[in-house]
């Protein structure tokens, strides 16, 4: 066998350690071995965790380069939604004074019938001053232009086909423009909104 030429002197004893409190023989309190003497009879050799190596001067480039990126970013779509609700209440102002003059021009078209009676009575000379038709046309007349309504067609001023409407044209030596000779029936506008165009007779260049 193997194990008969090993010298029992050579051979590995058993290590025991004793971790009592109390000293058995002398009955005497052990003093707690010191946490390095304990590693080195327990043959602790791992290394301690070493720290995470420092940043280079390239990466704290590239990481700062990045910050600013994002600030530049965030603050590019900070601006971007600042300008998108700007247009969206702009529109929207837009939209309801479009709404709200569509309105008042259609109350107004369905009261032409009633001015045109109350222009045909003035020129007639039946609007009698202290007479109630009388106050009647002028309270309208004042509440149409509170809300800028204005009669379009005067005799003499120059035909406009987007604000005139030509009924009869009347051949004129004398003429050297299309020129409005005599109006038929008023046209009015609010504000920029053509509410109806006035009917005219035209006087134009004879040929």
């Known amino acids: 066998m ?10 590995d004893e058993p290590v025991i350690r004793d971790k009592r409190r109390i000293d058995p023989e002398t009955g005497d309190v052990r003093e707690p071995q010191a946490d390095g003497a304990a590693s080195e009879e327990a043959g602790d050799d791992s290394a301690a965790p070493s720290e995470g190596e420092a940043l280079s001067d390239e990466d704290r480039a590239l990481l700062d380069q990045a910050e600013r990126d994002l600030v530049a970013e ?13 247009n969206f ?16 021009a259609e109350v107004f078209r369905t009261l032409l019938p009633t001015i045109d009676d109350l222009a045909r009575a003035e020129a007639h000379g039946d609007l009698v001053e202290g007479a109630p038709v009388t ?10 232009d509170k809300y800028g309504l204005k009669p ?5 001023e120059p035909f406009d086909p987007a604000f005139h409407e030509a009924v009869v044209q009347l051949p004129t030596p004398d003429a ?25 007779a035209v006087a134009v260049p004879a040929e």
């Open 2 to 11: 193997a194990d008969e030429n090993i010298n029992p002197e050579e051979k």
């Open 74 to 86: 965030m603050r590019n779509d900070m601006l971007r939604a600042q300008a998108e609700l700007v």
């Open 89 to 104: 209440r702009t529109r929207v102002e837009r939209d309801r004074a479009a709404n709200r003059e569509a309105v008042i």
């Open 135 to 144: 106050l009647i046309a002028q309270k309208l007349r004042t509440a149409f």
């Open 152 to 156: 379009v067609g005067e005799k003499g």
């Open 176 to 200: 050297t423009e299309n020129t409005i000779a005599d109006v038929i029936e008023l046209g009015y506008v609010l504000g920029e909104r053509l509410i109806r165009p006035a009917k005219v």
